[in-house]
């Protein structure tokens, strides 16, 4: 049985940073992809950065609103991911979710991930 538990959110002021962190269980982080979606209230869920499986991880996306700002990580042998989030802005606030997929090693199609985390708020405000 798959898990996967988000941890790191919470309230933070604008340009502050905050680090998410994501524990697999019953699935190893090198076996697919990973991903970070988030879905502010009225809105639709949207990819935030995805890193692809593998040991190297080398493949990663980021969405437009997020490059340069957030950093995506992983350490397979904790079966940890990581989003750094530098800069923050009122306009990511939003609950963030980890994902996996079982369908490949790289996809950015939230459609394509079978697997979720509970969620964590992230709020950025002053």
């Known amino acids: 049985q798959v898990q996967l538990v988000e941890s790191g959110g919470g309230l933070v002021q604008p340009g502050g940073s905050l680090r998410l962190s994501c524990a697999a269980s019953?699935?190893?982080?090198?076996?697919?992809?990973m991903g970070w979606f988030r879905q502010a209230p009225g809105k639709a869920r949207d990819v935030v950065s995805v890193?692809?499986?593998?040991?190297?991880?080398?493949?990663?996306y980021y969405a437009d609103s997020v490059k340069g700002r957030f950093t995506i990580s992983k350490d397979n042998a904790k079966n940890m991911v990581y989003l750094q989030m530098d800069s923050l802005k009122p306009e990511d606030s939003a609950v963030y979710y980890c994902?996996?997929?079982?369908?490949?090693?790289?996809?950015?199609?939230?459609?394509?991930?079978?697997?979720w985390g509970q969620g964590t708020q992230v709020t950025v405000s002053s």
């Open positions: 890193i692809s499986g593998g040991w190297s991880g080398g493949r990663k």
């Open positions: 019953g699935r190893t982080v090198s076996s697919s992809a």
């Open positions: 994902a996996a997929t079982s369908r490949g090693l790289y996809t950015v199609d939230k459609n394509d991930y079978d697997y």
